[in-house]
């Protein structure tokens, strides 16, 4: 929310070639309390200003020789393309008014001055260009946050796929229908398991041969959606030579507990295992 002391303290630039149009308005701010007042009697000023001090409100009148406003209001456009224009312009035409807004102006009050309703009109436009600034910060903030979270989730998994090579041979993803969806490392070739674009069924294990017992109890844990931790199967190779797998996996569910595939590492153990079967 905006509080008093925010809208006092907002910086204001008053534009009008009359110099008492000037004082006058100079006095009212400043008796109302406003702190940040600055004024120009020469309308060539005000897009230099303004990207100067980007002020939170623009008291502009619209009929001054050499410029006037409407084409003051256009070269403020160029200058804030898509932010919040915080003009409130002045005329003593009726016939201006519909036009100044339709040229990007925010609100207008008449000429001669009434002080209470210009004191009423600017505490109004002041603090939604406030609100405004306060929600642009936000954004600012989230997208800033966004793209931290997203830098240390990138990190955090690049880490893991460093711990997960360091630890194991290979890291896998499965969906809820058994297709490989994510590998790292040499899986597939270690498996001999041929994968269409990764997605999808295997097509054959070149020829291997599944020890069936050790194969249905993986299956089953599979089946039956179990976490598993270390499980050694083995299987027959085409050259007749026996490879030890070693995996462990847990079942991946979303927000909901749906079911939504299987991840885990895995190792080849072969080495491990035929120098342990051989010191027996």
């Known amino acids: 929310m905006i509080n008093k002391p925010d809208t006092l303290n907002a910086k204001i630039l008053i534009v009008d070639d009359q110099e008492a149009n000037v004082r006058l308005l100079e006095q009212m701010l400043s008796d109302a309390g406003y702190k940040n007042i600055t004024s120009t009697m020469d309308p060539r000023e005000v897009s230099d200003l303004y990207r100067q001090n980007h002020y939170d409100l623009i008291l502009l009148d619209l ?3 050499g410029m006037d406003g409407f084409q003051v209001l256009e070269a403020l456009k160029k200058i804030e393309r898509e932010g919040y224009l915080p003009v409130l312009v002045i005329t003593a035409q009726p016939g201006h008014k519909l036009r100044a807004l339709q040229a ?3 609100d207008f009050v008449s000429k001669p001055f ?3 309703e210009v004191q009423t009109r600017i505490q109004n436009m002041l603090e ?6 306060q929600l642009e910060d936000y954004n600012k903030r989230l997208e800033q946050t966004v793209a931290e979270r997203t830098a240390e989730l990138r990190e955090s998994e690049a880490r893991f796929r460093r711990l997960t090579e360091l630890a194991s041979d290979w890291y896998w993803e499965q969906d809820e229908k058994g297709n490989f969806t994510k590998v790292y490392g040499p899986v597939l070739d270690m498996l001999g398991i041929k994968v269409d674009h990764l997605m999808g069924e295997s097509k054959g294990h070149n020829g291997t041969r599944w020890n069936e017992a050790e194969y249905s109890v993986f299956k089953a844990n599979i089946a039956a959606r179990r976490p598993f931790i270390d499980f ?3 299987r027959t190779k085409p050259d007749g030579s026996t490879q030890y797998l070693m995996v462990s996996g847990e079942p991946m569910f979303d927000s909901s507990g749906r079911f939504t595939g299987y991840r885990g590492i895995g190792k080849d153990v072969t080495d491990s295992m035929h120098a342990s ?4």
């Open 128 to 133: 939604v260009r406030l609100l405004y600034k």
């Open 104 to 106: 990007g102006a925010k």
């Open 277 to 280: 079967q051989a010191s027996q």
């Open 114 to 116: 009434d002080l209470i």
């Open 232 to 234: 050694i199967y083995r």
């Open 63 to 65: 009929y001054m020789p």
